[in-house]
Each structure stands twice: as C-alpha cells, then as structure tokens.
C-alpha cells in the first residue's frame, strides 16, 4: 500500500503563536525606547545645555550659590534636631532619596580614610558625625544636584546626566582641593563651605566648594 496514503494530515503552522512572538519583540523594543527617552512637558523650563555642559562653566555657579545659602553648622543641626523634614524644605534643594543642604563650619580633622576625614566641630550635638570627602575619589551627586538648575531634562540619557555630575566632582577637585595636602589634614584646623545630602541626621557626609586649611 502506497505509504502516503496512509499517512495523516499534515500540522497546520500556528499563526496564534507566531503572532504572540511578534507583539512580545515590540513590546520589548518599546520597553527600551522608552527607558532611553526623556519626558518634557509643553511649557516646562527645563531646557538643554547650550553648547553641551560645562563643569568648568557650572562649577562657579554651584559655588556662589553653595556660599550664598550655606547655614551654619549649629544652627542647621538645631533646625534638623527639631524637624528633619522642615528644615530640609526650608534650607535644601529636592534631590531624590533627600534634600541638599548648603552649610559652613570649622573644626578640627581628625582620623581619616579614603579621603574623608571627620570633623570635631564645636556647637554641635554629641550624636552629629560630620564629614568631609576630599578624594582621590569624590563620589555622589550632591555638587549637580545642589542648586536644583541642572536637571535630567537638559540631557539626552541619564549617562550623560551622571556624566555631568562626575565632571563636577573632577572640577571641584581642580579649583578647591589641588593645592592642599589632604593626605596630611588630621589634627589641622579647616574652615569648610559645601553641601550634604540630607538622609542620616546623625551622619553628614559634606562635599566642599571652599576648603581652607588655617
């Protein structure tokens, strides 16, 4: 008997699935797309850098406006004591897990590691650990983020966004920290303008604008 006679009907593709495989792929590129996209809204004032950022340009900026609202020390530590949430609103700049604060202060360094040293500044309570970074590394966002005119929108990608960020910490380095010895800062007096970001009350880790060893 012929064999092909016998032998059943052959499947059908399934369309249903090649269809579902087709819509997965789309969504996927969409996910995607969207993850690299900024959103703007009509009217909103954030708008691009002109010409590309310039940490060379942006830093003085930060730095005068850090001087202008910087508060000090004890009388930030009273406010934050009081009302954590008030004083940040009253004294800092939305910057997502919490607020940048300006602030001024003098005292004495002490131990340090990795570039940051912690502080014994007068006037402030027994349970306040301030210190300040002085690199090699100087991590954080708090220099792009403390005046709050330097936004994800002005950016093509949040790269380029943490990019600019960085080029801040390196121009803060530049201007500020390149001629002092801060591998030799422990027991010295300094006098510190910079910014904080407000999540531990008890625990400020302070990026300087103006550092200076007396």
């Known amino acids: 008997m012929n064999a092909s006679l016998n032998a059943g009907p052959l499947p059908r593709p399934r369309k249903g699935r090649g269809l579902a495989t087709a819509i997965g792929i789309a969504i996927v590129l969409l996910g995607a797309m969207a993850l690299d996209t900024k959103v703007v809204k009509i009217g909103s004032e954030v708008k691009p850098m002109d010409g590309g950022f310039s940490a060379v340009e942006q830093f003085p900026l930060i730095?005068?406006?850090?001087?202008?609202?910087?508060?000090?020390?004890?009388?930030?530590?009273?406010?934050?004591?009081?009302?954590?949430?008030?004083?940040?609103?009253?004294?800092?700049?939305?910057?997502?897990?919490?607020?940048?604060?300006?602030?001024?202060?003098?005292?004495?360094?002490?131990?340090?590691?990795?570039?940051?040293?912690?502080?014994?500044?007068?006037?402030?309570?027994?349970?306040?650990?301030?210190?300040?970074?002085?690199?090699?590394?100087?991590?954080?966002?708090?220099?792009?983020?403390?005046?709050?005119?330097?936004?994800?929108?002005?950016?093509t990608n949040q790269i380029e966004y943490q990019n600019a960020a960085a080029a801040l910490n390196d121009e803060m380095k530049q201007q500020v920290l390149a001629d002092i010895d801060t591998g030799e800062l422990t027991g010295k007096t300094i006098s510190v303008t910079g910014v904080f970001q407000l999540i531990n009350p008890h625990n400020w880790l302070v990026t300087p604008v103006r550092l200076d060893v007396q």
């Open 63 to 155: 730095r005068d406006s850090v001087e202008e609202r910087a508060v000090e020390v004890s009388q930030l530590a009273v406010a934050i004591a009081e009302d954590q949430a008030a004083a940040g609103e009253r004294h800092g700049v939305p910057a997502g897990i919490g607020p940048v604060v300006p602030l001024s202060f003098s005292g004495v360094v002490g131990e340090g590691k990795a570039g940051i040293y912690t502080v014994d500044v007068e006037g402030v309570p027994d349970d306040l650990t301030i210190r300040v970074q002085t690199g090699p590394a100087i991590n954080g966002t708090d220099l792009r983020d403390a005046t709050g005119t330097i936004r994800f929108g002005q950016f």
